[in-house]
């Protein structure tokens, strides 16, 4: 499932499209007389359910993350050179990661953490209990300055591993953004107990936080639990710093803006913060990234009814109807592909046209249930660029 990730630039113009006025409206597609087809042996020139489930979900993540850039302010870091340069340095390779629910379409504004860039592929390690039961996410890079919400720019990524008893996990970007910057994995034998360390994070909504602190120690196999009731294990650096949800996933750096260890929990009202040690990540993406890797994701599509159509240009119209979803696929007399049209039971409807090489669409929008629109643009099946404007 493609995945979203956001960062700002000037090239917001290049993403958001307006859909071409002789394109047929969601309206009258579902206006149309069909007929049922007892039996359609190519599905091919349908994406499948999750993928357009998942796409719908993404743009409400992007919405719900989009609303919380204006609140970004560059924050001024006082507590000494090193806390200076390490921020500046590192804030732009740590992600706001923003979920959307793509399993029940109900979307939970809470539900957001922190992410690092590793590499320069661009690939985003996280938390688990970040992620849990989505495979793709919404994700933002620190604007430059104050945020400006019309300048915000998406690109898509997935989940492409995940460990849930070392609470770790790897997202993967569809098309990364030029000049990504990424953070280098620590070794864990430097770490001493005492040492000074720098947190960036998003506790509480407070977006791109910096907070400083000391290693209190190293535990070895230390076990914890969520609310969900998911158990974990690793080897942990117990901290002396100030944790929020929100601070989740994010990097504890040392003095050289190297990665110690991910933030993963917080002891309510104990003082006591706990990361994901740098040896426990170092395998993790190890294994993560090796080239045997899967490049796809399991369809879990239900049972579509087929039909078709005709608009009165002589264009054919397929139509998949599912339980929760319809899906429209117009096509010209000759077979070519010329536009993609869905709806879900909530309302959020979806538009694609401009068919590209990889058997995608070049120009999405997706209208929300409260109206609001996402655009996106994609090169590949999915989009992998997405805007407010």
Same mark, same amino acid.
Do not use: C
């Given at each position: 499932m493609g995945l979203l990730l956001f960062t700002t630039g000037s090239s917001l113009s290049a993403v958001a499209q307006t859909a071409p006025s002789e394109l047929p409206k969601p309206s009258e597609l579902k206006a149309l007389s069909y %007929?049922?087809?007892? %039996?359609?042996n190519d599905v091919s020139s349908f994406p499948? #359910?999750? /993928?357009? *489930?998942?796409?719908?979900?993404l743009a409400e993540a992007y919405s719900q993350g989009n609303r919380l850039l204006p609140n970004y302010q560059e924050p001024i870091v006082t507590r000494g050179n090193s806390g200076i340069t390490v921020f500046r340095n590192a804030s732009p390779s740590v992600a706001l990661i923003v979920v959307g629910d793509v399993k029940n379409k109900q979307f939970d504004p809470t539900a957001f953490g922190a992410g690092v860039v590793i590499?320069?592929?661009?690939?985003? =390690?996280?938390?688990?209990? *970040?992620?849990?039961?989505?495979s793709?996410? *919404?994700?933002?890079?620190?604007?430059?300055?104050?945020?400006?919400?019309d300048s915000s720019t998406a690109y898509a990524a997935r989940v492409i591993a995940q460990n849930e008893t070392s609470d770790l996990a790897l997202l993967q970007l569809t098309k990364s953004p030029p000049g990504v910057a990424s953070i280098s994995i620590g070794n864990i034998s430097s770490v001493q107990v005492a040492e000074d360390i720098h947190v960036i994070g998003h506790p509480n909504g407070k977006l791109w936080s910096y907070?400083?602190?000391?290693?209190?120690?190293?535990?070895? /196999? #230390?076990?914890w639990s969520y609310s969900d009731g998911s158990k974990h294990e690793a080897k942990v650096l117990q901290l002396q710093t100030a944790i929020n949800p929100g601070n989740s996933g994010g990097p504890v750096l040392d003095d050289q803006g190297k990665l110690l260890g991910?933030?993963?929990?917080?002891?309510?009202?104990q003082n006591l913060d706990y990361a994901v040690a740098a040896d426990v990540?170092?395998?993790?993406?190890?294994?993560?990234?090796?080239?045997?890797?899967?490049?796809?994701?399991?369809?879990?599509s239900p049972k579509a009814v087929y039909s078709s159509g005709h608009l009165e240009n002589g264009s054919v119209v397929l139509r998949a109807t599912f339980s929760d979803l319809t899906e429209y696929i117009v096509t010209e007399a000759t077979g070519k592909? =010329?536009? =993609?049209?869905?709806?879900?039971? /909530?309302?959020?409807? =979806?538009?694609?046209?401009?068919?590209?090489s990889s058997g995608g669409f070049s120009e999405w929008s997706i209208t929300l249930p409260e109206k609001s629109v996402v655009y996106a643009r994609g090169s590949g099946v999915l989009p992998d660029r997405l805007s407010s404007k």
């Open positions: %007929q049922k087809i007892s %039996q359609l499948s #359910y999750q /993928d357009l *489930v998942n796409t719908m979900g590499n320069s592929s661009g690939d985003i =390690l996280t938390n688990w209990h *970040v992620i849990n039961g989505y793709g996410a *919404v994700i933002f890079f620190k604007p430059v300055g104050s945020a400006d919400i907070s400083t602190g000391v290693v209190s120690q190293i535990r070895n /196999d #230390y076990s991910l933030i993963a929990m917080s002891e309510e009202g990540i170092q395998n993790f993406v190890a294994k993560s990234v090796a080239p045997t890797r899967s490049g796809g994701s399991e369809d879990n592909t =010329l536009a =993609l049209s869905a709806e879900s039971a /909530d309302g959020t409807t =979806l538009l694609a046209w401009t068919p590209n």
